[in-house]
């Protein structure tokens, strides 16, 4: 009798459902020690974000992305959580004004002095296999303060305004290293990482 498990190979291939550098360079660096070769979405392949969370998002992209490629795929959906704005920017994070320093300077404008600073970033991950199905899914949250007024030069996004008062500094001023073992998607990889291996190696 032929052993049809014996047939499956491992797949060795993950394309990444991004169009934001900024996460690829992150991703890049969290799925380094796999022994996975990372292809990047092609870039006409655009998905309408129409989920009202950010892992029905992160799901939505995966599975478009894996469909259309027919290969395994992994998206990232994550924005900033602002309590005082009842949670804007949120699932809109990436469309809150035209340009990244408009996008911060809205939400300065909207807190303006409200002493209430509190918010958090949060990064939902999926993984799905090539017919669009979701094989992984999980959500990571670092919570931190937003400032007055940005600070420090690293990172993308949201990043100089977000203050962690752990570190008595913003995303922008931290290292890469420290920005990925305490971040967002940091805590959503070291959930993920582990059955990232199980299927990938
Ligand atoms: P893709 O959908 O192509 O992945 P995107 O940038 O549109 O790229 P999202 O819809 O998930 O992605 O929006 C995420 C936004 O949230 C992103 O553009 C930033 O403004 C913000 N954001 C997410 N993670 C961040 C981080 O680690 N540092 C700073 N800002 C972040």
Known sequence: MTNFTSLET???????????????LEMQEYMADLELQLQLKPKDL?????????????CLKASEVAKATKKWAIADDSGLVVNALDGRPGIYSAR????????IERVLR???DNPER????VCALAIARPDGTIALKTEGICHGEILYSPRGNCGFGYDPIFYLPSQKKTFAEISP?????????GQAFQILLPQIKAIFT
Request: charged share 25%.
């Open 10 to 24: 491992t797949p060795k291939l993950l394309v990444v459902a991004t169009g934001n550098p900024g996460k690829v």
């Open 46 to 58: 655009e998905v309408e974000e129409t989920g009202k969370t950010f892992l029905a998002n992160a």
């Open 96 to 103: 809150y004004a035209p340009t990244v320093a408009e996008q």
């Open 110 to 112: 909207e807190l303006g």
């Open 118 to 121: 509190l918010a958090q970033f």
């Open 177 to 185: 290293e420290t920005k990925r073992s305490l971040s967002h998607r």
